[in-house]
């Protein structure tokens, strides 16, 4: 004789109903860990930091989940937009949408997230660090002092960071920060924003003079570019531009790729117009090698890295799920 026990417990009843409400998320490219498994407690989770790099995989399951989570490599429009039938959600491991269709996702019902702020302060550190490493080039001795070549008279005209001008194109969240951080070391800080009213409170709660572009070319002794990709920035800081930039001032991109000229920026490096440049962002990502940078003096070059730290990954990944799971509900 077979005895079956009908009794439902709380438990049984609460993991009904968690596979009743599950969905389906996907993640693209890396998140941390223990954001994805705050996902993966309440819905089927796939996650490979890969999947982008997998077209066809990426479509099938695309064609299948509720929420996608990318960061700024997978682009969210055509064949993708396409696949994403029963999405609700985009979100977005970062800040610049210029990978996301917005309007097309919107369009067809999904809501667009991105981590706002949550990696700022990452970026601000980098474009500060950026600025001293520069501005004093005295960091890249490591090998001569090794093999006994001693560059202290060539290395001792290093400049300090107090006192400069730090121009910022974009005066946004970043643009902001990195403001803050100047003004602590003692920088003068100029920002020019064609958004912002030049007497919004921002410009004096940091102590920031709002400047036009040309003034901000010209009279910076460092510029910082903050700006979404759009139509307005593309091409911004063109050879034109550049060649009006103060002798030996620096210039540091870490918005994104086609907003500078870098093919201008090696060319006046070499020349030495340029005092120094700091690239973290390029018009193809990855980039692949670049003979044209070789033997720039002054020049760093960084695989768009300058929002993400350990900190800054973390923040972006803990908004990120938490703001997805609360658009799935
Ligand atoms: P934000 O939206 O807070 O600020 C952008 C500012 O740019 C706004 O104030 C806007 O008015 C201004 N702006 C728009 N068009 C402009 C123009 N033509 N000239 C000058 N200013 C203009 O954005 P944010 O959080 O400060 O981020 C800025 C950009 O930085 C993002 O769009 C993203 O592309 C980039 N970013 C890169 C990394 C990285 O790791 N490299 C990380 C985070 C953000």
New binding site residues.
């Given amino acids: 004789m077979i005895f079956c026990d009908f009794r439902i417990t709380f438990a049984d009843f609460a993991s009904f109903f968690l596979i009743a409400n599950s969905m389906k998320i996907i993640i693209t490219e890396f998140m941390d860990e223990r954001a994805v498994e705050q996902l993966t407690a309440h819905h089927e989770v796939v996650y490979d930091p890969k999947l982008v790099d997998k077209p066809a995989q990426l479509l099938a399951a695309a064609a299948t989940c509720q929420a996608i989570i990318v960061r700024n490599r997978t682009q969210v429009r055509g064949e993708l937009l396409a696949a994403l039938k029963q999405c609700k959600v985009v979100g977005r491991l ?3 949408l ?1 990978n996301i269709d917005v309007a097309g996702c919107e369009a067809a019902g999904m809501q667009v997230i991105p981590a ?2 949550a ?2 302060l990452s ?1 601000a550190e980098y474009v500060i660090a950026s600025t001293m490493l520069l501005l004093r080039g005295a960091f890249a001795a490591t090998d001569d002092v090794i093999a006994g070549r001693w560059p202290r008279n060539a290395l001792s005209n290093g400049r300090e960071t107090a006192g400069k001008t730090l121009g910022i ?7 902001q920060l990195t403001g803050k951080l100047a003004k602590g070391l003692g920088m003068n800080v100029i920002a ?5 009213k030049s007497d919004a409170p921002a410009f004096a709660q940091i102590g920031a003079k709002a400047a036009s572009l040309d003034e901000v070319i010209a009279t910076a002794d460092v510029v910082t570019l ?5 139509d ?2 593309r091409g ?1 800081f063109n050879a034109e531009r550049i060649a009006l930039m103060k002798p030996g001032s620096i210039l540091i991109n ?3 790729g086609h907003i500078v000229d870098v093919a201008a920026v090696a060319e006046s490096l070499k020349s030495g117009h340029l005092g120094g440049a700091a690239l ?2 390029f018009d193809t990502e990855p980039m692949p090698a670049e003979p044209m940078f070789e033997a720039c003096p002054g020049l760093i070059l960084t695989p ?5 730290t350990y900190e800054g990954n973390e923040r972006v990944s803990f908004m990120i799920a938490d703001l997805v799971l609360k658009a799935l509900k």
């Fill in positions: 970062g800040v610049g210029d706002t702020g990696n700022a970026v194109i974009g005066f946004g969240g970043i643009g020019y924003d064609p958004v912002m903050h700006v979404p990709l759009v307005g920035t911004l870490t918005s994104r973290d962002v768009h890295i300058s929002g993400v």
